[in-house]
């Protein structure tokens, strides 16, 4: 399974772009990358998935470079309630079946 | 649609004491997984089952067990209570989806199960 690496924390405040970068070197073929957000005592929450390219939904970007060896989940106009810790997923989803291996995450915090 | 269910939410045990824990997936998912949670090692997969056949384990000791019902209800099953066992336990279902018809392997996840070993 590819290893990921973010940054620990991250500090933003409301209304304001917040970027979260994951490394993810040795990904593989077959690999997907997904992002979850979990708020304290709830099971995470499924944010965004990519292969490649650019992928949007109603809530974030996920940004993928050609080489896919990092991947950027793009939140916009972040609120207060975006505080939680986000996590990035590097994984054959189609192989082994539903096995998630969660890192240590970012804990973003959003202030006024 | 519900969401998944766990219960009980907390729960108060003492070491060397065992617990069964619950989960009701989504309807229509049949691929159920168990997580536990703590702050020292985060997020880690225990079990995922799938059609009553346990498909994936994780890196846990034998006292930790599961088994899935022809429903897609699942238990997990923790013998010797230990209190490095305390923790959030987690359960997630998936559907099934083939190309095209959403992200690969979405789960989604329950409330949680609170386990605490005094």
């Known amino acids: 399974l590819a290893k990921t690496t973010q940054p620990i924390s991250m500090d933003s405040y409301e209304g304001q772009e917040v970027n979260i970068t994951c490394s993810h070197n040795?990904?593989?073929?077959?690999?997907?990358i997904t992002w979850y957000q979990q708020f304290p005592s709830q099971g995470p929450r499924f944010i965004i998935q990519?292969?490649?390219t650019k992928v949007t939904n109603e809530v974030a970007s996920l940004f993928i470079p050609a080489d896919r060896k990092s991947s950027t989940l793009s939140l916009p106009r972040v609120s207060l309630s975006d505080t939680a810790v986000y996590y990035c997923?590097?994984?054959?989803?189609?192989?082994?079946?539903?096995?998630?291996?969660f890192g240590t995450g970012t804990q973003l915090k959003v202030e006024l | 649609k519900a969401g998944v269910t766990q219960t009980p939410r907390y729960l108060i045990k003492t070491r060397g004491q065992q617990v069964t824990l619950s989960c009701s997936p989504i309807?229509?998912?049949?691929?159920v997984s168990w997580y536990q949670q703590t702050p020292g090692q985060g997020l880690q997969f225990l079990f995922e089952?799938?059609?009553?056949?346990?498909?994936n384990k994780g890196n846990f000791p034998g006292r930790f067990s599961g088994r899935q019902f022809s429903n897609s209800r699942s238990e997990m099953n923790v013998s010797t209570l230990e209190l490095g066992d305390s923790a959030l336990y987690l359960c997630?279902?998936?559907?099934?989806?083939?190309?095209?018809?959403?992200?690969?392997?979405?789960?989604?996840f329950g409330p949680g199960t609170r386990l605490t070993v005094l």
């Open positions: 089952y799938f059609s009553e056949t346990q498909r």
């Open positions: 997923l590097v994984g054959d989803p189609l192989g082994g079946g539903n096995k998630l291996t």
């Open positions: 997630a279902s998936s559907p099934r989806r083939l190309a095209g018809e959403g992200p690969y392997n979405e789960q989604f």
């Open positions: 040795n990904i593989a073929t077959n690999d997907y």
């Open positions: 309807s229509g998912h049949r691929s």
């Open positions: 990519g292969y490649k």
